[in-house]
T-cell receptor
Framework: KAGVTQTPRYLIKTRGQQVTLSCSPI?????VSWYQQTPGQGLQFLFE???????NKGNFPGRFSGRQFSNSRSEMNVSTLELGDSALYLC??????????????FGEGSRLTVL | GIQVEQSPPDLILQEGANSTLRCNFS?????LQWFHQNPWGQLINLFY???GTKQNGRLSATTVATERYSLLYISSSQTTDSGVYFC?????????????FGKGTKLSVKP
């Protein structure tokens, strides 16, 4: 069974640009969550999608957005990039289970560098 | 919101030694996971453990939910065990989302 797949794995952008990251969950998983990891702030929750609906959102500015498609694949977008957006962005999926307490499985991440 | 504290923050071991990593959390949680982050950044699932004890090879974990802590035991450590170990709790609370991570324990195993 294929794991969570994230693309691209590495990317470099300049300030002011925007970026879109993609995440394909494990087959059968309908919940997708996104996390940002930085040396200073650690791992922080961005948002969670379930059946194409945003179910929860973390404390990030509106420049960070996401969506989920009918096949459960998800994308996140960051507009007007800032230097501080340089981070490892991790996507996780979990099996269909009530209450959102299912075990999370993470992808390898997308490492974004903003110059 | 909930606080998740891991200790120690750093740990250096000689190959073959045993270790215990601790995770304390400040409120009741729905569940708990332990992860190992490999050098490439991927979070590898170790245990999904709301309570009780589980074992997987040289690793085992115990969660005592009523006392709000979990322990990860690593026995006969190997150099490949090096990396950062994260505890994460499932918690419903406003904007903190579903999975709240501790800051991790960085483990270095020397040959």
């Amino acid at each position: 069974k294929a794991g969570v797949t994230q693309t691209p794995r590495y990317l470099i952008k300049t300030r002011g640009q925007q970026v879109t990251l993609s995440c394909s969950p494990i087959s059968g998983h309908r919940s997708v969550s996104w996390y940002q990891q930085t040396p200073g702030q650690g791992l922080q929750f961005l948002f969670e999608y379930f059946s194409e609906t945003q179910r929860n959102k973390g404390n990030f500015p509106g420049r960070f957005s996401g969506r989920q498609f009918s096949n459960s694949r998800s994308e996140m977008n960051v507009s007007t990039l800032e230097l501080g957006d340089s981070a490892l962005y991790l996507c996780a999926s979990s099996p269909p289970q009530g209450g959102g307490t299912g075990e999370l499985f993470f992808g390898e991440g997308s490492r974004l560098t903003v110059l | 919101g909930i606080q998740v504290e891991q200790s120690p923050p750093d740990l250096i071991l000689q190959e073959g030694a045993n270790s215990t990593l601790r995770c304390n959390f400040s409120d009741s949680v729905n569940n708990l996971q332990w992860f190992h982050q490999n050098p490439w950044g991927q979070l590898i699932n170790l245990f999904y453990i709301p309570s009780g004890t589980k074992q997987n090879g040289r690793l085992s974990a115990t969660t005592v939910a009523t006392e709000r802590y979990s322990l990860l035991y690593i026995s006969s450590s190997q150099t490949t065990d090096s990396g950062v170990y994260f505890c994460a709790v499932y918690y419903y609370g406003g904007s903190q989302g579903n999975l709240i991570f501790g800051k991790g324990t960085k483990l270095s195993v020397k040959p």
